[in-house]
């Protein structure tokens, strides 16, 4: 079993920053790779960002290119999500998610996910 724990998360107004961490337990993610999705009220979940194993290969949504940042820290078992230059249409429930496949790539989809954390809020205020 894997526990996924995400922190960070919290109210920032617009042009702001937050770091979101997702802290896993359980069993080493060394070897998977790591996704951030996203879940507004009424909407469904989407694909935020993703990055490999090691850290070589991340993918962005486009609504966020060039503002967030997704890393890792294997020796820590800790992804990290930096976000800059929020925006009001930012606010959401931000996931972490194990991927079900050892990772030399990483993913867009949810269902090539097979652990979830219990999400985290950010609320960014216009």
């Known amino acids: 079993q894997v526990q996924l724990v995400e922190s960070g998360g919290g109210l920032v107004q617009a042009g702001g920053s937050l770091r979101l961490s997702c802290a896993a337990s359980g069993r080493t993610l060394n070897m998977y790779s790591m996704g951030w999705f996203r879940q507004a009220p009424g909407k469904e979940r989407e694909f935020v960002a993703c990055?490999?194993?090691?850290?070589?290969?991340?993918s962005y949504a486009d609504s966020v290119k060039g503002r967030f940042t997704i890393s890792r820290d294997n020796a820590k078992n800790t992804v990290y999500l930096q976000m800059n230059s929020l925006k009001p249409e930012d606010t959401a429930v931000y996931y972490c998610a194990k991927s079900r496949l050892y990772g030399s790539t990483c993913y867009r989809a949810t269902g090539q996910y097979d652990y979830w954390g219990q999400g985290t809020q950010v609320t960014v205020s216009s």
């Open positions: 990055i490999n194993w090691n850290g070589a290969s991340t």
